[in-house]
């Protein structure tokens, strides 16, 4: 079973500042058609997971461009560029190469 | 617009079973390949439950061993999670989903339904 390991835990950020979130798989999640089978969610307070990112750093659509993503085989990272006050929530990781897909423990971003 | 929308009891005995369906409206359950299922015990992390294919073939989390069932009926535009035997830790938000692609890509959800196991 693929573990997603999430780090930090929690992050306090100034509106305007930026923010990483890191990812790492314990299986590499590159596919051999070239794409890296990792998402990124954010659930906002009190509503469902939405998607951010897909296949490591595609934006989703409607998705701000201060959001970023990057990396390949193991380790991922989500960027926000300058975080504001409606980026606060739950942000998880989730990979979809290996069965069962597994979720990352989540990183809760709060507003400083 | 794209809608998922959940339903089904929310209080379930326990040993019993655990009924919920996802009505999608604003799109055909036939032109998207898969469906899924995913739930959040209160307070905590989402875990994959599984997913059903348009051509009726499912996956299902191996965590739950036997207990699942997931269907999908394209006549009524809607998909369903069977879960048997629930325990109190069956308790949590079960989340209905459209999967862009296999397994990955959950670009539509549903608002979630809290389902509770309890006496």
């Known amino acids: 079973e693929t573990v997603m390991t999430q780090s930090p835990l929690s992050l306090s950020v100034t509106p305007g500042e930026p923010a990483s979130i890191s990812c790492r798989s314990s299986q590499s999640l590159l596919h051999s058609n070239g794409y890296n089978y990792l998402d990124w969610y954010l659930q906002k307070p009190g509503q469902s997971p939405q998607l951010l990112i897909y296949?490591?750093?595609n934006r989703a659509s409607g998705v701000p461009d201060r959001f970023s993503g990057s990396g390949s085989g193991t380790d991922f990272t989500l960027k926000i560029s300058r975080v504001e006050a409606e980026d606060v929530g739950i942000y998880y990781c989730m990979q979809g190469l290996h069965t069962p897909p597994a979720f990352g423990g989540g990183t809760k971003v709060e507003i400083k | 617009q794209v809608q998922l929308q959940e339903s089904g009891p929310g209080l379930v005995r326990p040993s019993e079973t655990l009924s919920l369906t996802c009505n999608v409206s604003?799109?055909?359950?036939?032109?998207?390949?898969?469906w899924g299922w995913i739930r959040q015990p209160p307070g905590r992390g989402l875990e994959w439950i599984g997913s059903?294919?348009?051509?009726?073939?499912?996956y299902y989390n191996p965590s739950l061993g036997n207990r699942v069932t997931l269907s999908l009926d394209t006549s009524k535009n809607q998909f369903s999670l069977s879960l048997s035997s629930v325990t109190a830790a069956d308790t949590a938000i079960y989340f209905c989903?459209?999967?862009?692609?296999?397994?990955?890509?959950?670009?539509?959800w549903g608002p979630g339904a809290l389902v509770t196991v309890s006496s």
């Open positions: 059903v294919l348009r051509g009726g073939n499912t």
């Open positions: 604003g799109y055909s359950t036939t032109n998207t390949n898969y």
């Open positions: 296949f490591s750093s």
């Open positions: 989903v459209r999967q862009r692609q296999w397994l990955v890509i959950l670009d539509y």
